[in-house]
């Protein structure tokens, strides 16, 4: 697509953790629009890859390129690439010492310099998309996991991001709680909000995805369809893979 | 315990002198006023001394953890020379050295006792309140700082507005130690003529020959202090140890 930027452009990244080569030059393009979902054994980078592009990590080789901004060393670049990107963590990360509501307005005050009025009628709004808006006023630890994983979905949405990235978001819940956090997240995709998900539910890759994207090793191995990806994976690895996780 | 029973037996063998601050004679009753007229400047004192090295703990403490070494350096160098200093010899060294050095550039400053006392007392703590900073704020889980920065909160908010509040109830603790060792460090005052606790009790014991006596009190003045504060802290640790689960 010449001339429109691609959400999302990664070309020939690679990452060190001292000896060792978590990332090995990754090539990889999202559409404005697109949700993408990375899937692969632990160890092979998923998370790495993910977190380099919000620059959690930094990146040894390669260019990372969100909605035209590359990403270099600059405070600009990390701070403008950061106000476009959403992160969601497999551990919520929620601020335990600050109630759901200053959860959710601290980024949009402080960063955003919003009226507390505003962000907090922009909290509750985003609350009641993932539904728990009567939990406002708790602390986080008085919340179920599932619970808790909303509120930072929602935490994230208030900065009204272009992209939303997910870190294994269901990895640390009850299995009882997996869905109402994965329907919020298809939600979102219908929406048709740009994301990036790392997760082994592959029930949810089958119904929200557009493309998937197999890692092992800190290397892409295969990248298709979802259709393509499961009843068809080319590669021995993704088929050892998939039957491992499928077997269960 | 032990210590108890030697002051009984003492006293059995007519050892004691308690007429030297008793209140009941005018001798004795102007002998404690004289002894608890210290308390103000002990106080005083600490509570400053206390104050400026939690700031400047915090200041020595931030650019330490940073993960560029050269920023992380001058933190370390601070916090091992400090350290390595015993507080009589810095104590002098302030009193006597550092107006000194501040004429030689200029400034004439007079450092009195009591400023002396303060400032030695700061810096030498401070190596250690900036070392309590340091494992309290590394002991906030880093997935705070992460989400932190990705609801957009710069280095000066996440500090003020997630991780400090965090590691104030895990800091709390260790500063009250340090504040006790404050004040029982600021006796050391005494020595560069700072009317405190224990220059008043080395006075009083010059001039009536009863050490005993006035020593005796000088320790049970500072265990009052010392046990005042240690339920202050209590009591704050229970306030904020409520407000959190609230």
Request: aromatic share 8%; charged share 20%; proline share 4%.
């Given at each position: ?248 | ?52 090295s939690m700031?400047i703990g915090l200041i020595v403490a931030?650019?330490g ?9 001058p933190s370390r160098v601070y916090i091992e020379f400090i350290r390595a200093i015993p507080l009589?010899?810095m ?29 030695t007392l700061a810096l030498s703590d401070s190596a250690f309140t900036a070392e309590i900073y340091r ?43 340090q504040?006790?060792y404050i ?64």
């Amino acid at each position: 697509m010449p001339g429109k930027a691609k959400a999302i452009e990664i070309k020939g990244l690679s990452k060190w953790f001292g000896d060792y080569q978590a990332l090995k030059d990754i090539d990889l393009n999202v559409a404005h629009g697109e949700r993408i979902v990375i899937c692969g054994p632990s160890g092979s980078g998923k998370s790495t890859l993910i977190r380099c592009i919000n620059s959690l990590e930094t990146h040894d080789f390669g260019q990372i390129t969100v909605d035209g901004i590359e990403l270099n060393q600059s405070k600009a670049s990390v701070a403008a690439i950061g106000a476009e990107v959403g992160m969601v963590f497999q551990q919520f990360n929620l601020f335990p010492h600050l109630s759901i509501l200053q959860n959710l307005t601290l980024g949009p005050m402080k960063a955003r310099a919003l009226s507390k009025a505003a962000a907090e009628k922009r909290a509750m709004r985003y609350l009641e998309r993932v539904h728990i808006p009567e939990q406002a006023h708790k602390k986080p630890s008085q919340l179920s996991g599932g619970q808790q994983q909303r509120v930072a979905i929602a935490r994230s949405l208030c900065m009204e991001p272009k992209i939303m990235l997910f870190d294994e978001p269901t990895s640390a819940l009850d299995p009882e709680m997996i869905a109402e956090v994965l329907d919020v997240i298809v939600d979102l995709a219908e929406d048709g909000m740009t994301m990036i998900c790392v997760t082994h539910e592959m029930g949810f890759a089958r119904r929200a995805a557009d493309r998937m994207v197999f890692m092992d090793n800190g290397e892409i191995i295969e990248t298709g369809s979802p259709s393509e990806f499961f009843d068809a994976p080319k590669t021995e690895r993704c088929k050892t893979f998939l039957n491992q996780i499928l077997q269960h | 315990m032990g210590l108890l029973f030697l002051l009984a037996g003492c006293s059995a063998s007519g050892t004691w002198g308690w007429y030297v601050i008793n209140p009941a004679t005018s001798q004795g009753y102007n002998n404690i006023r004289f002894l608890l007229n210290g308390f103000g400047a002990t106080i005083l004192l600490s509570l400053i001394a206390a104050v400026l090295s939690m700031c400047i703990g915090l200041i020595v403490a931030l650019p330490g953890m940073s993960s560029n070494r050269w920023v992380r350096l001058p933190s370390r160098v601070y916090i091992e020379f400090i350290r390595a200093i015993p507080l009589l010899p810095m104590l002098f060294w302030v009193f006597y050295g550092l107006p000194i050095v501040l004429k030689s550039m200029g400034l004439s400053v007079n450092i009195d006792a009591f400023w002396g006392a303060i400032i030695t007392l700061a810096l030498s703590d401070s190596a250690f309140t900036a070392e309590i900073y340091r494992s309290g704020i590394q002991s906030i889980n880093k997935g705070q700082t992460e989400a932190a920065k990705t609801v957009g909160l710069n280095y000066t908010q996440t500090m003020r507005y997630v991780i400090l509040p965090q590691a104030i109830k895990r800091i709390l603790p260790p500063l009250a130690n340090q504040f006790i060792y404050i004040v029982k460090m600021s006796a050391f005052a005494s020595v560069i003529g700072m009317q405190e606790l224990t220059r008043r009790a080395n006075e009083l014991v010059v001039t009536e020959y009863r050490p005993l006596e006035i020593y005796t009190l000088l320790i049970l003045e500072y265990l009052v202090l010392v046990l005042i504060i240690s339920s202050g802290v209590r009591w704050l640790e229970r306030k904020m140890g409520s407000d959190e689960s609230g």
